[in-house]
């Protein structure tokens, strides 16, 4: 049975940085794209970030381009977003989802626009960004 354990989450100021980190356990990530989602109080769940099996294909979200990053270390079975210059609305808990295959730019993109039919979801870190 495959999983998926997010972490890293925590309070941080505005202007501030945080790394998360998605660990997966019972599969191998290398061909699976990886996607964070996001969800506030009271909103969908949204997606953040989007990256394909081989790292060629990436998708973000207009509201944290320049300022997160999506990584992968296959060989640790970990994927990362690193986020920086934090603001108070990118608070939420953040999800990672796995999906087999989705290794264009397009179905990276629509694994982060649609949010449906993965296969694994993690159970979230919190993050809040408040002074």
């Known amino acids: 049975q495959g999983q998926l354990v997010e972490s890293g989450g925590g309070l941080v100021q505005p202007g501030g940085s945080l790394r998360l980190s998605c660990a997966a356990s019972?599969?191998?990530?290398?061909?699976?794209?990886i996607g964070w989602f996001r969800q506030a109080p009271g909103k969908e769940r949204d997606g953040v970030s989007c990256?394909?099996?081989?790292?060629?294909?990436?998708y973000y979200a207009d509201s944290v381009k320049g300022r997160f990053t999506i990584s992968r270390d296959n060989a640790k079975n970990t994927v990362y977003l690193q986020m920086n210059s934090l603001k108070p609305e990118d608070s939420g808990i953040y999800y990672c989802a796995a999906v087999l295959g989705a290794a264009s730019v397009g179905s990276v993109q629509d694994m982060c626009v649609r949010s449906s039919g993965l296969d694994y979801w993690g159970k979230g870190t919190l993050v809040t960004v408040s002074s």
């Open positions: 990256i394909s099996g081989n790292s060629a294909s990436l």
């Open positions: 019972g599969f191998a990530l290398d061909y699976y794209a």
